[in-house]
């Protein structure tokens, strides 16, 4: 599974966080990554028992999609943003969330935006339990 976004320093990380607790196999990734992972994203994701304070932003390789039996985008302005070639890697593979972007957020703010990344991917775990992945 791997998580994208633009920046892979808030929405991705809090998915890619809840994946690997959920036992999936999970990597995230941003288009422009960011140099840190959002420091109240840390603190929110520590709320619940996630630590993904050690995590780094990742560039988006098309290796990564290669790799990926599903790609997450969570933001559906990124699919047009993509370069063609790694938008056509991602046939058949891609889901489009449409998640609010963290950055600039309260902590109140993004604990809502956690626990609706939470939600998705605890659905998208139960799908992959569903079909033996």
Known sequence: MLFVCIENSSRTQIAEGFATKFGLEAVSAGTVPSTHVNPLVIDAMREVGVDISGNRPKELTAGMIDAA????????????????????????????????????????????????IRANVESLAKDFALKGK
């Open 69 to 116: 039996d599903r790609v997450v985008l969570t933001d559906a302005s990124l699919e047009k943003s993509l370069p063609g070639n790694l938008r056509r890697k991602m046939r058949g593979k891609a889901v489009i969330w449409n998640i609010p972007d963290p950055q600039g957020k309260t902590i109140e703010e993004i604990r809502f935006i956690r626990d609706g």
